[in-house]
């Protein structure tokens, strides 16, 4: 028998024999938890979600009743709009805040000045007197504001509080 095929036949009896013989590991495994994908997920979720508070900002004075219109629609929102706030009382707030006429027409001008066609919706309640909604119109168009719109209750709705 040549040489070469003593060889492969002691090369391939080698490779069977090392084939069969399995390597028993002797540590157990640590399970490990992949966070990766569910941190991203979580991260989304709070950007999501602090975008969503910063647009939806619907400033609702609770102590407001709206009053009730047979034609008013789902209110479309735009971001960066400012809501006045007209209590029965006729004190003005926007974003929290009480102002006075003056304060309002300083803010209303300082605001249409980089933004001209800045939204104000205005929301007086059911039993505030005629001239605080004149008087917040007036500062309206004293700080050069024309888009402006008032804020309704479906009929079949509540306006408010103490319903």
Request: proline fraction near 6%; include cysteine.
């Amino acid at each position: 028998m040549p040489f070469s095929v003593a060889v492969r036949r002691n090369s391939l009896r080698f490779l069977r024999s090392r084939r069969m013989k399995f390597k028993v590991e002797t540590r157990p495994k640590v399970p490990v938890l992949a966070l990766t994908s569910m941190l991203d997920v979580i991260f989304l979720l709070l950007c999501f979600f602090v975008t969503a508070s910063v647009y939806s900002q619907w400033e609702s004075e609770i102590s407001v009743r709206l009053p009730r219109a047979a034609t008013a629609d789902e209110p479309h929102r735009l971001p960066g709009e400012i809501i006045a706030n007209i209590t029965k009382d006729g004190t003005v707030r926007v974003n929290g805040v009480a102002l006075t006429i003056e304060d309002l027409t300083a803010r209303l001008a300082r605001i249409s000045a980089f933004y001209p066609d800045q939204a104000v919706i205005i929301r007086a309640d059911r039993q505030t007197p005629y001239d605080a909604l004149i008087k917040v119109l007036d500062a309206c168009r004293a700080a050069n504001v024309w888009n402006f719109s008032f804020a309704t209750a479906p009929e079949g709705a509540g306006g408010g509080a103490d319903e």
